[in-house]
């Protein structure tokens, strides 16, 4: 490969929770392993790669300017959004007036939640559902309707769109939150089954908001569709949000947008996200998206694609050979795993809770699934160099899952 998937970074003391945050909040970052065992960070939704080097290039050399005033986006900027999403999914019609600076992904969807409904009101979900919207969603005050994401009979994760038409009814709802691809599950939906959801909402006259924040990070053999492609009316429901901070690792320098065609929309989510005034651009995240959307940024995600895709097989391969009573739906996209140890809990008279500590205590710093709706589960990342997932690996087969 030309970039570098291989080398273990050395992360302490570098500003990064992954591993210096650990233990920091009890019940929500694993804890610190015990003495002799180093941390493998696989909670957080972060990469342990470095970044396509074009990104550092262009931030080193806006930072060689001495002045860093107010400033507006450049045509770069938007040009860049643009080309990058017709080039990698086929969007056409982007303008530079559809697309708008977003803080992140998560004050995003406040933004337009608060646009279209008010505190009190209820929202739809899909679960297992992303611990980022729980906690924003409810914050705001805000009521969040679940409805339950189905394993089929080859275990993939489906919609079923009966209860969300039920659902929406029951409650009145006319604000959902769609995840794409999904978050934790990672699945990555199907032009049908987008088509079918965006039927429900239109039936149920719902504004659609949609996180493709993970919509670069798709493996092999499967295809990113956005949400507003898949029809006239999906394109002027859809309030989608977009960022290089998930494909690229950039989610210190803070800087994500929106797409959003339809004019009324776009006006009420522009006025809601402008009344507080802190919703504006960091000049060091613009030079950082223009970096990223290079050429170079283009050749780093196919790369990076094919490194998650061979962790992902690795570790569902591991899983299905070693650890009895542990299943997992193998994602299609993201770099995260959620896996189900019910069986293995249930055999063995343990915790779920009593689980996670095992792993932790040997250095496996995975995330407590049960923040994600996700009764028996645990979320791990696969965003690292292949040697260290293997680590990880040897350690809960010897120490958790086998232990003698």
Not at 116 to 124: E, N, R
Not at 212 to 240: C, F, M, Y
Not at 271 to 282: E, F, I
Request: proline share 4%; net charge negative.
């Amino acid at each position: 490969m030309k970039y570098d998937f291989t080398s273990i970074m050395d992360r302490h003391g570098k500003d990064a929770i992954a591993v210096d945050g650990l233990g920091a909040m009890p019940g929500f970052t694993p804890d610190k392993p015990k003495e002799g065992f180093d941390a493998i960070p696989m909670w957080v939704a972060d990469m342990n790669f470095p970044c396509c080097p074009t990104i550092q290039e262009e931030v080193i050399k806006r930072t060689q300017h001495p002045a860093f005033g107010y400033f507006f986006p450049t045509d770069e900027y938007f040009d860049s959004i643009i080309k990058w999403h017709e080039t990698r999914n086929g969007v056409k019609g982007l303008t530079k007036e559809c697309i708008g600076y977003e803080n992140g992904v998560l004050g995003g969807v406040i933004s337009a939640l608060s646009s279209f409904a008010k505190p009190g009101d209820k929202v739809l979900l899909h679960s297992p559902t992303y611990i980022g919207f729980t906690n924003a969603v409810e914050n705001y005050g805000f009521r969040i309707v679940h409805t339950p994401l189905k394993k089929d009979e080859n275990g993939i994760w489906r919609m079923d769109y009966e209860d969300m038409d039920k659902k929406l009814k029951e409650n009145n709802i006319h604000v959902a939150i769609f995840c794409s691809p999904h978050n934790p599950c990672g699945r990555v939906w199907e032009r049908e089954e987008i088509e079918k959801a965006m039927e429900v909402y239109k039936a149920n006259d719902v504004v659609v908001i949609s996180d493709e924040i993970w919509s670069d990070i798709i493996l092999e053999g499967h295809k990113h569709i956005p949400t507003q492609s898949v029809s006239e009316d999906a394109r002027n429901r859809t309030i989608a949000f977009y960022a290089p901070s998930k494909t690229f690792n950039l989610a210190g320098l803070v800087g994500s947008y929106h797409i959003i065609y339809n004019k009324y929309l776009r006006d009420r989510e522009l006025a809601t996200a402008s009344k507080s005034d802190y919703n504006a651009m960091n000049v060091l995240s613009m030079h950082a998206l223009i970096g990223a959307y290079k050429p170079e940024g283009y050749e780093w995600v196919e790369e990076l694609r094919q490194t998650i895709t061979g962790n992902v097989d690795y570790a569902c391969d591991y899983i299905e050979k070693h650890f009895k009573g542990v299943t997992v739906s193998k994602p299609q996209g993201t770099y995260m795993l959620f896996i189900d140890c019910e069986g293995w809990c249930k055999d063995h008279n343990t915790s779920i809770a009593d689980l996670e500590k095992a792993g932790t205590d040997v250095g496996v710093a995975w995330q407590d699934g049960r923040m994600f709706h996700g009764a028996y589960s645990i979320r791990l990342n696969l965003a690292l160099p292949l040697s260290r997932v293997q680590e990880a690996f040897d350690r809960l087969d010897k120490y958790v899952f086998n232990a003698k």
